[in-house]
């Protein structure tokens, strides 16, 4: 049974940075907690200075992992949620929790949303992020949910190649399983077109799961990518397998897309 909070509920810690427009980060992050009926126990990692049409600065927040290793206190906590590093000393410390997480006398699970780059182009990653989160990060044992562009990044992988093959996309995904993290879930809604979106679960000794829903037409919402793996932890929070928490996340993310676009 999944350890809970006073309120009763599972408690989830999210890690990410504050979006100063309100639609990613944190914010998308509550958002997705209300609905999965957890409680958010929130440590902003970064300040950002960011609108609609991009980022103009961010601020990483020193100090924040002390922060965030006090909630470990108490057992209050059923997993535990990564968005925004934004440098080699966050993806260093981030690495660490997660290890203590997952080894600890009652581990719980860490998902990890990989930002590295904002719809604008902004990149929070530059190569040293990168290499850093493939040698700490992904070696601490996170489920990682890699977007297309993600997914080639981390995977020094083709981005037409996965895209257009299913083959390639599970050969992606089982890098990541060979550098260490413990699940994939590599969200399809950045392929282009297409009246169906396809989600690959994939978990060590076990068979690609492929997720399929309709596209929602219209645009899309910032803040997607976190609304998902929040969405996704909070439902590992409450004891669902990493299947079934990814086809509640995807539902979600649907309906708030759809919402935006009525």
């Known amino acids: 049974m999944s350890r809970s909070d006073a309120e009763g509920l599972p408690g989830v810690l999210f890690v990410g940075g504050v979006d100063s427009s309100g639609g990613a980060g944190l914010d998308a992050d509550r ?10 126990h929130e440590v902003a990692s970064a300040l950002t200075d960011q609108d609609l049409f991009e980022v103009r600065r961010v601020e990483e927040r020193m100090m924040w992992a002390g922060d965030a290793e006090g909630h470990f206190d108490g057992g209050a906590l059923a997993a535990m949620k990564f968005g925004l590093l934004p440098g080699v000393a966050s ?18 699970p860490a998902v990890v949303d990989p ?3 904002a719809s604008s182009g902004y990149r929070f990653w530059s190569d040293r992020e990168l290499v850093q989160a493939r040698d700490s990060l992904l070696v601490s044992g996170p489920i990682v949910t890699p977007n297309l562009d ?20 599970v050969e992606a995904a089982s890098r990541l399983l060979r550098a260490g993290v413990s699940g994939v879930v590599a969200t399809g809604g950045h392929a282009a077109g297409g009246e169906e979106v396809r989600d690959l679960v994939l978990e060590p000794g076990s ?30 929070a409450r004891g669902r397998t990493l299947s079934e928490a990814a086809q509640a ?14």
Do not use: Y
Not at 94 to 107: F, K, S, Y
Not at 249 to 262: E, L, M
């Open 31 to 40: 958002d997705a907690a209300g609905v999965f009926e957890c409680v958010a």
């Open 150 to 169: 993600e997914l080639a990044e981390l995977t020094w992988s083709d981005r037409a190649e996965i895209e257009r093959s299913p083959e390639a996309r």
């Open 115 to 117: 930002v590295i780059k």
């Open 207 to 236: 068979a690609p799961v492929w997720l399929e829903r309709s596209r929602v037409p219209g645009e899309g919402i910032r803040g997607s990518g976190c609304r998902f793996a929040a969405a996704l932890a909070c439902g590992l």
């Open 91 to 108: 993806i260093v410390e981030a690495a660490r929790l997660i290890a203590r997480a997952r080894h600890g006398a009652r581990p719980i």
């Open 249 to 262: 996340a995807g539902d979600f993310v649907a309906g708030r897309i759809q919402d935006s676009n009525s």
